[in-house]
């Protein structure tokens, strides 16, 4: 069964770095994923597609700051010099033949 | 600019019916497959359905089978979700959601979105 895996809080200080994990399960270590940010009250906004090489492709407008990677199973979103507008809810997504999969998400706080 | 935007959300009975549409603009609509995916209050994303761009192919989540119809109009560059025989769990916000690679089917992710629309299922 195609899951994905994340953890459900993050935090971090202005300025600083935080890094997010998302985990797919057994058996789905070469997928890629999406990772999507949704602020408070606001749809979710595209940031990148990440393959399993750690290639990525960024949506439009998204800052360096904003990098991913890969290590197996895991599927990384690294937020570096945190911003106060960086404070909000991370999802990755996945998808087989004709579904979706998404993660819980990670409620990201910057201190 | 690419926009989506929502409408027709509402407050409905068990067991009534609402049609969700999604307009769009800044893109050929007709050249990319959609995707419904909701959101119940304080929840997280839950796929609900997606469309080829010709309207031709379309899958749905096992929680809405049966009960949801995807569709699009080209012409009007609007996507639809008729949503029936709805249930208090049904309720949620609803976003429509744009496939970021031409042509390509299934819809495998997203680079735009919309605000959604909120439907709240309550006798």
């Known amino acids: 069964q195609l899951v994905l895996t994340q953890s459900p809080s993050a935090s971090a200080s202005l300025g600083a770095s935080v890094k997010l994990t998302c985990t797919l399960s057994?058996?789905?270590?070469?997928?890629?994923i999406a990772w999507y940010q949704q602020q408070p009250e606001k749809g979710p906004r595209y940031l990148m597609k990440?393959?399993?090489?750690?290639?990525?492709i960024k949506g439009d407008g998204i800052p360096d700051r904003f990098s991913g990677s890969s290590s197996g199973a895991e599927r990384y979103l690294t937020i570096s010099s945190l911003q106060s507008e960086d404070e909000a809810d991370y999802y990755c997504?996945?998808?087989?033949?004709?579904?979706?999969?998404f993660g819980g998400g990670t409620k990201v706080t910057v201190l | 600019e690419v926009q989506l935007l929502e409408s027709g959300g509402g407050l409905v009975q068990p067991g009534g019916s609402l049609r969700l549409s999604c307009a769009a603009s800044?893109?050929?609509?007709?050249?990319?497959?959609m995707t419904w995916v909701r959101q119940a209050p304080g929840k997280g994303l839950e796929w609900v359905s997606s469309?080829?761009?010709?309207?031709?192919?379309?899958y749905y989540a096992d929680s809405v089978k049966g009960r949801f119809t995807i569709s699009r109009d080209n012409s009007k560059s609007t996507l639809y979700l008729q949503v029936s025989s709805l249930r208090a769990e049904d309720t949620a916000v609803y976003y429509c959601?744009?496939?970021?690679?031409?042509?390509?089917?299934?819809?495998?992710?997203?680079?735009?979105w919309g605000q959604g629309t909120l439907v709240t299922v309550s006798s």
């Open positions: 057994s058996g789905h270590s070469s997928y890629a």
């Open positions: 469309i080829s761009g010709s309207g031709d192919g379309t």
């Open positions: 997504q996945t998808w087989d033949t004709g579904f979706w999969v």
């Open positions: 800044g893109f050929i609509f007709g050249n990319y497959a």
């Open positions: 959601a744009k496939e970021r690679i031409i042509r390509q089917w299934p819809h495998i992710y997203s680079d735009y």
């Open positions: 990440l393959n399993s090489d750690g290639s990525d």
